[in-house]
């Protein structure tokens, strides 16, 4: 097996200048399919039989909520590759997540609760899935927190590294305890999402802005590592350049 | 129009989530870039006080 | 023999070691000096393990000592700006518990010890009533009864009366007598023999 | 000049086990403060409510459970924060010894100290909150597990903020999300005993999250202190 990539992508220099060159190319595809997949979500798609058109919340729901789960797995991980290889550029990265991912799960939780109005009668309802979104709005604000309270910046990446990664294991732990808890307390929830029945028209923009929002939390993901790989980076020549661009 | 703004009575639920969403997606760019900005003058300031020095 | 090869540090946005090299044969001092925030404890906490080095590599008896850390940690006695004593107990009971997770201790070693950095062997104290000096003369006598052949000490003398500090010579004298290396950051002259002390000046 | 025989593991583990039991005994009163902070926690619930025995006992879980993880995390503050500031966690890092089997012998003695007299006294607060004689072997089961888990998950929460300004809260914050399985786990085997019913589902639940905690939890702690020590 070749590493050389994997090197290679850990050397700031050309992390900042592949980041550079990359984020078009998540940009806009990301930004074409959230407007097909709004387009197609808020028109195109007929009303469901039982929700009406209220259903249509799901098409920033679902997204969002995929990515409060997604943007601390791929935390994790960066963090998991720092610490143990001791790649800056994965610190980095690292840290350019925690925020987006905070910011998503609240959408996910404010966006859940308005849909449960017309849905349950009530703006909150303990739903397992709502939940789990809470505890995990504590995981990242935690994470925030510790990084913040640590001064130095490598130690600051080390030790929110171990909390990223302990929170990590715990997330399934957490959500099947949410989840039984549940089961004993309240009848299944009406939120079922990936439902087999659904019909291309519904789920052909569900799928759309799933993936946009992947590509998009990918680029602004970009943006945010080339300004903190710039910060971990002390002497090296290089950024003397980077620092002139606009 | 009217008749699909409404969203079958759905309004007072749907636009907020939407406009919710949206805001967040716009504020993340924005502070995304706000951050590259913020980084590369620190950069530049550090640079300059390593010129000065020398 | 002890050698550092190429040292780079950072703290925060100090670059405080920048390729720094030495090296310490057996039965030689290593003196480190430097005005305060020159990075003598630094230096001396990454020679330990303690920080992590941005580059180069610290060698014992020729291997790399981040290799196998365990192994060098059980070769080396280290003495910080903490003395590591519990204020409420005696000298003796800090020593049989905090050198005796290293090695088994019998009663009379660390009276011993503790005779030989100048404690009554009947001094029933708690080390919260000892002094600031006291309390690094037991911290002494840890490192003594380690019996580990390198000892990184920062500071070992600081509060310390000029009969500590010779006790603390006779001391140093005596390890590297046995073959053992010590690097030290101090600023009282150390009165050693010039064939077993060296100098390094950080900046 | 050679290093002399090093001591095995088990032996370094008892000896800081000795040491830390020794102190505590001569300074009782740090560690009994928690022990009554559970107590007093738990009189509170019935003051804020009707304090009539049948409606208390809906509610005995969920007292017992919060002010058991209130108590532990108040706790927390004792476990690593003296020994980091003089230098005896320092010591331990360059032992030659694993870190990790170190604080975990250390956190058995903090369990030891704050977390089995907790359960110890739990009869007490479970009697005045309603819970009938034949339910009491099963909330002491019940929170014996799960104060060994809150001590070790704790451990690492501890280690994180070694030595920062405004621990404290930060603690609270890294710590609790990562009790919710406890407490959803605790506090259901707890109301089952008190219901009288069955109630090895949960204890099947509380017993892995404990041996979970209890290997990967020193781990986590001696990597998160080795951070905090830099």
Redesign the interface.
Known sequence: MNWVWFHKLGSPPHFYRLAGKMLPWFAWPALLL?VGG?YGG??LAP?DYQQ???F??LY??AP?AWLSVMVYSAMAVYAAVG?IW?INVAHALAA?CA??GA??T??AL??GS??G??MWGTYWEWDPRLTSEL?LL??Y??YM??RS???????AD??SA??A???A??VP??H???T??NS?HQAPSVMKFGKPTMPASMLIPLLMMLLGFTL?FVA?ML??A???V??RE??AHW??A????? | MTHWLSMGGYWPYLWPSYLLTLLVVVLNIFFARRSLREARAEVRRRLQMQRSET | MFSAIKLQLWRGDQHVLRGLCFTVAAGRCLQLTGVNGSGKSSLLRALCGLLPLEAGAVVWRGADTAADRHAFHAELAWLGHGTALKGDLTAAENLRYSAGLRRTLSGAEIDGALATVGFANADQRLARQMSAGQQRRVALARVLLLECPLWLLDEPTANLDSRGQEMFNQMLDAHLQRGGLAIVATHQALALPAQRLQELELS | MSAPEPVSALKAGSMLVRRDLRLALRRPGEWLQPLVFFLVVTTLFPLATNPELSRLRDMAPAALWVAALLSSLLALELLFREDGQDGTLEQLAVSGLPLAWLLLAKTCVHWLLTGLPLVLVAPLAATALGAPYASIPGVLAALLLGSVALSLIGAVGAGLTLGLRRGGVLLALLVLPLAVPVLIFGARATALAIALEPMAAPMYLLAAIAVLSATLAPLAAAAAVRISLE
């Open positions: 959230c709004t808020l028109v009303a009406g058109d209220g249509r919340i920033v729901h969002a610490l001791r350019s925020a987006i910011s998503f609240v959408v404010v966006t308005l849909w109005r017309p505890v504590f995981l604000l935690g927190g510790l309270a640590i001064d130095d910046t490598a130690r080390r030790a171990v909390l990664i302990v929170g294991v715990n732990i957490i099947y305890s949410v039984w808890w004993l998009y602004i943006v945010r080339r300004g903190e710039l910060r002390r002497n950024i003397a980077a620092a002139e661009e606009t």
